[in-house]
């Protein structure tokens, strides 16, 4: 795995450009947490099997995979690395032929309105927020990608539809980039997991 030269090169394309070139076809790298890990947590959040599920940032991690095999078959991934989009697409076409990769920014979605049931963020906003040296007082383009990302995710997503976000980041570090007039009509729930090293989801459900 090749690390940044400096932390704020994991917000840039071409890092991960670079990053998913170098290595094997077959490299996995989930951040944070594996499905295996919050599958307690999310079976109950997504009990329909059939939900139409969107996987932001997907990179090479195995955690759509992971949820292919627990019966989720209806998952669509993007990333705007073409490189790792092409890869993930070969390794699954035979295996898991109706599983989507789509080459797309998070902040531009290119999906109808209303199209998805349930949408995942496990460490992408994250990756944005690394051009920030002030977690306190990020700077605007840092708010402006995030926000606009948030944007994006509760317009393709249905009415009661719902956006869980994964991170290490702490509710008074995160909570400005979910709620507020980019997110109208939307509820936030915030779940701390772990034990002695905490992370978290927070869910906010569209129409509450």
């Known amino acids: 795995m090749s690390l940044p ?22 490299s996995t790298f989930d951040w944070f947490k594996s499905y295996a890990d919050l599958a ?14 969107l996987m932001l940032g997907c990179g090479n991690s195995r955690f759509s995979e992971d949820m292919w095999e627990d019966g989720y078959r209806n998952i669509v991934n993007v990333d705007y690395s073409a490189v790792v989009i092409e890869q993930m697409h070969a390794r699954h076409a035979k295996v898991r032929p109706n599983m989507e990769w789509h080459e797309m920014d998070v902040r531009s979605l290119s999906f109808e309105d209303a199209s998805f049931d349930i949408a995942i963020d496990k460490g992408t906003m994250d990756a944005m ?3 920030s040296t002030d977690v306190w007082d990020p700077p605007e383009e840092t708010v402006k990608d995030c926000t606009a990302e948030v944007s994006e995710v509760l317009r393709v997503l249905r009415p009661t539809g719902v956006l869980l976000y994964i991170t290490f980041g702490q509710p008074h570090f995160r909570r400005r980039f979910l709620i507020g007039p980019h997110a109208p009509t939307t509820k936030l729930e915030i779940k701390e997991l772990g034990e002695s090293f905490h992370y978290y989801m927070y869910i906010l459900r569209k129409g509450a």
Do not use: V
Not at 8 to 24: H, L
Not at 40 to 53: G, N, Q, V
């Open 5 to 26: 030269l400096k932390n704020q090169d994991y917000g840039t394309k071409a890092y991960w450009d670079s990053r998913y070139s170098q290595e094997a076809p077959d």
């Open 40 to 53: 307690c947590h999310i079976r109950p959040l997504i009990p329909d099997k059939t939900a139409r599920i």
């Open 129 to 131: 927020m690394t051009s």
